[in-house]
């Protein structure tokens, strides 16, 4: 079973790797040390990499991303969440696709599943509905070739 300590410990895992400069975050999707691969897992790791990803990119300090005019023209007392800028640039934010920003009653109202569970629902769909592109005929045959090589070598009959 999976749950939030295991995103927890992935988040803890890879990034002071990938702040130190890792560019390979190994481990997604694992549990139980590495022995078994868990599809919801995976997906909850994606998106804690995606985050990581969004924080190595750094931000981009300038008088428009800081959005000086737009503070002098509502002022302290304004409401900036209703002003089009607004509406412009969230989408340079992150965007969780998993994780549940909904208050404790519409959560509960809509099934009050928790992060796994929706990772879950979210794999089952990928691996039922993604299209896969079929392989070459070369490509077969190579692996063809080097499963036939390996079973030699290891002389295991098929």
């Known amino acids: 079973m999976c749950d939030a300590q295991a995103g927890f410990e992935s988040l803890l895992s890879a990034l002071p790797a990938a702040l130190a400069g890792a560019n390979l975050i190994y481990g997604s999707g694992m549990v139980d040390s590495g022995m078994t691969l868990d599809y919801g897992k995976l997906l909850m790791d994606d998106e804690i990499n995606q985050n990581i990803l969004y924080l190595l990119k750094g931000l981009t300090v300038t008088e428009e991303t800081l959005s000086?005019?737009?503070?002098?023209?509502?002022g302290h007392a304004g409401n900036f969440l209703t002003h089009p800028s607004t509406y412009n640039r969230f989408r340079d934010a992150l965007a969780p696709r998993l994780m549940n920003r909904e208050n404790y009653e519409q959560w509960r109202l809509n099934g009050a599943t928790d992060l796994h569970?929706?990772?879950?629902v979210k794999a089952r769909d990928i691996v039922r509905h993604h299209p896969v592109a079929p392989i070459s005929r070369?490509?077969?045959?190579?692996?063809?070739?080097?499963?036939?090589?390996?079973e030699k070598e290891y002389n295991v009959i098929s």
């Open 138 to 150: 070369q490509a077969q045959k190579e692996i063809d070739e080097i499963i036939r090589e390996t």
């Open 117 to 120: 569970a929706r990772a879950l």
């Open 68 to 74: 000086v005019d737009l503070i002098r023209e509502v």
